[in-house]
Structures are given as C-alpha cells and as structure tokens.
C-alpha cells in the first residue's frame, strides 16, 4: 500500500493479494533453508536432495550435521553465499583437483555429505578430503576399465558417477551402494560416451597426466 502510494506500484495491483503471495514464497524458502529433516537409515540420498534444493535457491552447503539415534536420523544443513569461484578454489585445497565450478561444486556436496554420514565433523577438514579423496575419489576413478579410460576426465567420470548414483537411488527409494553404481554406470552410460579424442582432435594417451593427490606433483608425463 506504500508502494501504491508514493506511485511506485500499479493501482490497479491488489496490494493484499500480492503481500500474501510473498508470504506464501517466504514460508516454504524459510523452511527449506532452516527446518531439520529426518530419515531413516539407508536414505542418504535424501540428503542429496536436500542440498539440491538448496543449490537450485542458490544456497550452498556452509555446515553439514548427521544425528543417529533409535528412530533414525536427522540432518541440520546451515547454508550460505559464496563468491564466485568459491568451490574451484576450496577443492583445489582440499584435494588438488582443479576442475571447473560446477563440478567443484557436486564434488564438495559428496565430501562434506561423506564428513557427517562418518560422523567426523569433529576430524580436521584436510584429514577427511585426503581419505574421501582415497576411499571415494579414486575408488570410483580406478573402477573403470582401462579400454573406457578415455571417455572422460576423472572428475567428471565421478561427477556422472554422483548424478547416477542419485538417480538410481531416487527411483529406488534406498541408498544404492557405491559399487553397484559404478557397475551400473560403466556398463550402461560410460560407453556410450564419445571418446575425449574425437571431441578434442587430439590423442589422449598423449596429454599429461593429473596427479590429484595432496602434495603430488601438478603433472606426469
């Protein structure tokens, strides 16, 4: 009604029915960014979700907590802003991965989603990005046959491992294992990719080498 007022809005726009809209939006965005949500066990992917939704309102993951008790679980997600560039830079520090800012991203969901499933929130953030680095990271990158080695880069093969996962897991309603998952992606979808040298014009087996590991050296010939 102030806006109308001082001919800052049309008079023709009722006032009430467009405040209570913005009632109806604030509610369900307030709910996504604080309420606690809780699930059984075996549902990780419903944390997935739940930092979808918050990416898709352009928040991002600032603290990730997991509770277990006799009934289940629940998980407290606080979110935040970040710069551009943020998530490049942190998995870049964490891990030595340089890869671009939406992968960053997906990647460092499944880190710290990985951090409170372990209930290590309390371990030093370098401590667990070198052991999901080597437990998780590589386990996946490492599962996949030398003749399809080609296809697409390490992180990007896991990145599509993370999205299949989520996909498979959401039709199923239960967490798929990790395993399964690349089983099923590098049977079902990593063939089906073109090879890296027919997108690029070059060889592949040529290009240096990435060595991602914390402390490793940027390149291998």
């Excluded at 809780?38 to 600032?62: C, H, K, P, T």
């Excluded at 520090?93 to 309390?122: H, M, W």
């Excluded at 990790?178 to 014009?201: N, Q, R, S």
Aim: charged share 30%.
């Amino acid at each position: 009604m102030d806006l109308q007022a001082g001919g800052l809005m049309d008079d023709e726009a009722d006032a009430v029915d467009v405040s209570e809209q913005i009632i109806a939006r604030y509610r369900p965005l307030w709910a996504a960014l604080t309420e606690p949500e809780s699930f059984e066990q075996g549902e990780r992917w419903r944390v997935d979700a739940r930092i979808r939704r918050l990416n898709d309102l352009g928040f991002d993951v600032d603290e990730l907590s997991i509770s277990t008790d006799i009934g289940g679980a629940s998980v407290q997600i606080q979110p935040k802003v970040v710069d551009a560039g943020h998530h490049s830079r942190r998995l870049l520090r964490l891990t030595g991965l340089d890869v671009g800012e939406n992968q960053a991203r997906r990647l460092l969901n499944d880190l710290d989603s990985y951090r409170a499933a372990t209930d290590r929130q309390g371990d030093s953030e370098e401590l667990v990005a070198h052991d999901w680095l080597a437990h998780v990271f590589e386990a996946v990158v490492h599962a996949v046959p030398r003749r399809l080695g080609s296809k697409l880069e390490p992180a990007e093969v896991f990145h599509e491992v993370l999205e299949h996962r989520w996909y498979l897991s959401e039709r199923r309603g239960w967490d798929v294992p990790l395993p399964e998952v690349v089983a099923d992606y590098v049977a079902t979808v990593l063939p089906t990719k073109p090879d890296e040298a027919a997108v690029l014009g070059v060889d592949t087996q040529a290009l240096p080498v990435v060595d991602a590991s914390p402390g490793g050296t940027r390149t291998q010939q």
